[in-house]
């Protein structure tokens, strides 16, 4: 079993090498912009031709999510770019490993599990699992935590956030599960538009062949996990682990017997949670309520 006290990190502790990927990224990014400008067409033009949304259209254009080497070969396909775009896949699967240490350093050792999971399970009691937070409500989440972050470390976050979604897209994905308590889900982080691009983000990761999501409502009269949030995660190969967060101290478990105890336990969560069909009408019903 490994404790891990956590710090927050400072911005000295995000690892070497990270500028200069950051760098390479934000070029990319500003090439595919040119690119797209250049044929006169909008973000959500682009993502829609090439398949992939508005915002992660803007949020590679920054550099605050990594173009994946697909996104390069579609546009530069799209946009006739000569080859120009298409021909950097090989380096952004090389910095892609090398931006994963953008984590604080008590986050590491789950961010690499995370990165191989064949199964992934999350309850959520607190907040919107980071795994399906959008870029603006990751922002606010970074942005309003207290002892302040400066504003490049919430950047580093973020993007780190951001990038960690490719366990979405690889093949093939893990099999994953969220179960969220109703009251996060009423909580309008960061005002109303931000919650609202974040619920119809929820609705799309719901919506994943590789995906469960369930809302655990607040008139349930039993509770079998009060004692706050967790994470199941079983690595290629090797066997479940579990990880615990809470004020910013982490604990990563992988003793069987505690482990086996909280694999239980989701189960009876999940037991109590409504379905995913009806937990997406529910979400689809918050969207209404506005």
């Known amino acids: 079993m490994t404790v891990q ?9 995000e690892a070497d090498g990270t500028d200069e990927v950051t760098d390479l990224f934000r070029a990319l990014g500003r090439q595919i912009r040119v690119a797209r400008e250049r044929a006169g067409l909008s973000q959500r033009e682009l993502g829609d031709r090439v398949g992939y949304g508005e915002e992660t259209i803007s949020s590679v ?3 605050r999510r990594t173009p994946q080497p697909e996104l390069l070969v579609a546009v530069d396909r799209l946009l006739d770019c000569g080859g120009l775009l298409a021909s950097a896949a090989e380096d952004v699967e090389r910095a892609k490993s090398r931006r994963r240490v953008r984590h604080p350093e008590w986050f590491r050792d789950y961010a690499r599990l995370e990165a191989e999971a064949v199964e992934l399970h999350d309850y959520s009691s607190l907040a919107v699992p980071g795994l ?22 919430v950047e580093q976050r973020v993007a780190a956030r951001l990038d960690r979604q490719q366990v979405f897209t690889r093949w093939p994905p893990p099999f994953t599960t969220f179960t969220i308590e109703e009251s996060v889900l009423r909580r309008p982080l960061g005002g109303w538009d931000v919650h609202r691009q974040q619920l119809e983000a929820l609705l799309k ?35 479940q682990v579990a ?4 004020q910013h101290v982490s604990r990563l478990i992988t003793d069987p017997d ?3 105890i909280l694999a239980a336990r989701y189960g009876s969560i999940r037991a109590q949670a409504l379905t995913p069909e009806e937990s997406l009408a529910l979400i689809k019903t918050m969207l209404g309520d506005r």
Not at 5 to 13: A, D, H, L, V
Not at 208 to 230: A, I, M, N, Y
Not at 243 to 246: D, N, P
Request: without cysteine.
């Open 258 to 260: 505690e482990v086996r």
């Open 243 to 246: 990880y615990l967060e809470v």
């Open 132 to 153: 399906l937070q959008t870029e603006a409500h990751a922002q606010v989440v970074f942005g309003t935590r207290r002892p302040l972050l400066d504003e490049a470390t």
């Open 5 to 13: 006290p956590g710090t927050g990190g400072s911005p000295g502790g």
């Open 205 to 239: 990761f719901g919506g994943l062949r590789s995906v469960e999501l369930q809302v655990l409502p607040t008139d349930r009269k039993e509770h079998t996990s009060l004692g706050g949030p967790f994470i199941l995660l079983t690595p290629k190969g090797r066997p």
């Open 61 to 63: 254009e920054r550099a």
